[in-house]
């Protein structure tokens, strides 16, 4: 069975002080490996996604990074606004029918205090 | 280009009810996937739809059940609601190209069962 586990739940950092946040994952046959953020109450963010362990990118204060067996979410100088629970899915296909869906973690909630 | 939409934004139903959640996909894109996601956990993944036809489902009960429409827009129907069945139901949609497939998320609708 297919697996994301992301540490740490929760993190508090004052704004500049730059962190990692993890995902691990068990998976059979990866197809691909998913960031989004999530702001309270709205509908997940596309960020990132990795393919191949030693793919890396990047997007303004997030750089993405992806093993065989995790990735990690690089966040430089953060900002408040970067405030927000930071998702983690691996993708799987469905051998009967051939959908494509997302296992996600239960996300690192991020707090930027100024 | 307009994002995935969903309607209604919050729903509040008793138990035992049906209800019934709306969806349009971002233009070009032909599959639909729903989700359900309770508080402080990720999404979990009920449903995907292409081409009008499922290609996969989750691990949920036969009280769920989906369709998608010629102009790929997609309903979600929930029959005798639980109190367990309080969640934000999400939407996403995507377009495969090649092995590559990213999923984009509407904002949800809140679902209350009293």
């Known amino acids: 069975e297919d697996q994301v586990t992301q540490s740490p739940e929760a993190l508090r950092l004052q704004e500049g002080e730059s962190s990692s946040l993890n995902c691990s994952y068990t998976?059979?046959?990866?197809?691909?490996l998913f960031w989004y953020r999530q702001d309270p109450g709205k509908g997940p963010e596309f960020l990132f996604t990795?393919?191949?362990a030693g793919e890396e990118k990047e997007k303004e204060r997030l750089k993405a990074t992806l093993t065989k067996k995790e990735s990690f979410l690089h966040i430089t100088a953060p900002k408040p606004e970067d405030s927000a629970t930071y998702l983690c899915a691996v993708g799987f296909r469905y051998s009967g029918g051939g959908a494509d869906g997302l296992t996600f973690g239960k996300g690192t909630h991020l707090i930027i205090q100024p | 280009d307009a994002g995935v939409t969903q309607s209604p934004t919050h729903l509040i139903k008793t138990r035992g009810q049906h209800v019934t959640l709306r969806c349009s996909p971002i233009s070009g894109h032909k599959s639909v996937s729903w989700y359900q996601q309770v508080l402080g956990q990720g999404p979990q993944f009920i449903f995907q739809y292409y081409e009008k036809e499922e290609r996969g489902r989750g691990n949920f009960p036969d009280r769920f059940s989906a369709r998608q429409f010629p102009n790929y827009s997609s309903e979600l129907n929930v029959n005798a609601l639980l109190l367990g069945d309080s969640a934000l139901y999400l939407c996403a949609s995507s377009r495969r190209q090649g092995s590559q497939e990213t999923q984009y998320f509407g904002p949800g609708t809140r679902l209350l069962v009293l």
């Open positions: 998976v059979s046959g990866l197809r691909g």
């Open positions: 990795l393919y191949s």
